[in-house]
């Protein structure tokens, strides 16, 4: 089968269209036709070795970690799904390689896809998507009525949270440059910082929640737009050894995490908030949700441009260059 290959980490190294051997099942996985992938940050962090100390991957490596596509053939104890079924899917993270013409994935980690949408745009869903409903439901249990800053409003991540904050009822402000301000505000923002003209954090104040998707210096100014009790989930800022130890990265590591992370800790104390980091995980069951939440309507996919697989390395400087409004998809058959 055909796919992006890369032989060792590097920000300049070549992606090379390669002929690799079909994947091969385990009885509870299922072989994937790869129809469409999307691309993450992740992606190109990954090539350039920045997970190298978190994920030990062989080379050659095949990239991507987003994908729909049919299934065509089932484990011994897969029950639920068959050849035919139309699926959408995040691999686990030991297991991806989505820019390819075939996967074998674990069949916890996908959900049929949205009947209601194509591949390229199903394709575009399951790594945001999961990352935010992550974020909102299982940490930081959104409320109606609730106020949340998201940061990046018109990136990948942002078009999707901001979707997903107003389903929960909540008030939305979002940063975002004059090119995406009619996207976010399309999408149901309430309030909108021109994050290039104004400070945020001189514009906000008393918010439940803080989305942060920058890191650095807007995550830190972050804390002063909350209220005490209010949450900040991160999914670019550095890690805790709260994460640590919810994740049992063993003694050692977290208190390396507490060591790195201490100004984040401090700022939490100093105003009397809680900082969570997100390292968001594969779930079927999730996605699940989200194909329900889509196909009532309620969820969009906002696709900004689709390459071909020969142009993947197109389709990494474009995401790379910081600017996409919504999601960058490979469309592999
Ligand atoms: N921890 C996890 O599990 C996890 C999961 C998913 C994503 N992430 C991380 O989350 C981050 C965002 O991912 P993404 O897919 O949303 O990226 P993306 O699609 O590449 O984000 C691009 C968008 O960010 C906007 N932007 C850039 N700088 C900004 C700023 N200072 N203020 C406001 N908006 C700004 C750009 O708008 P303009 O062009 O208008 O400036 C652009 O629309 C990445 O670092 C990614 O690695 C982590």
Redesign the pocket.
Known sequence: MKAITIEKYGKHVPLNMTEQPMPEIGEQDVLVEIHAASL???DF?IKEGKVKLLLNYKFPLILGNDFSGVVVKVGERVSAFKPGDEVYGRPRKTRIGTLAEFIAVHEDDIALKPRNLSFEEAASIP??GL?TYQAFSDILDLQRGQKILI??G?????TFAIQMAKLMGAYVAT???E??YDLVKSLGADLIVN?REENFEDKLADYDAVYD??GGA?LEKSFRVLKPGGQIVS??GMPNARFGKEEKLGWMKTAILSLVSRKLTALEKKTRTKYHF???KPSGAQLNILKEWIEEGRIKPIVDKVYSLQEAGQAFQY?ES????GKVIVKIK
């Open positions: 993450n940050p992740i962090k790594l945001v990352t940061h990046a018109a990136g990948g991540v942002g940063t975002a440059s090119k995406g994050y998707t920058l807007a999914i670019s997100l390292f968001m995401l910081g600017r996409a409004k």
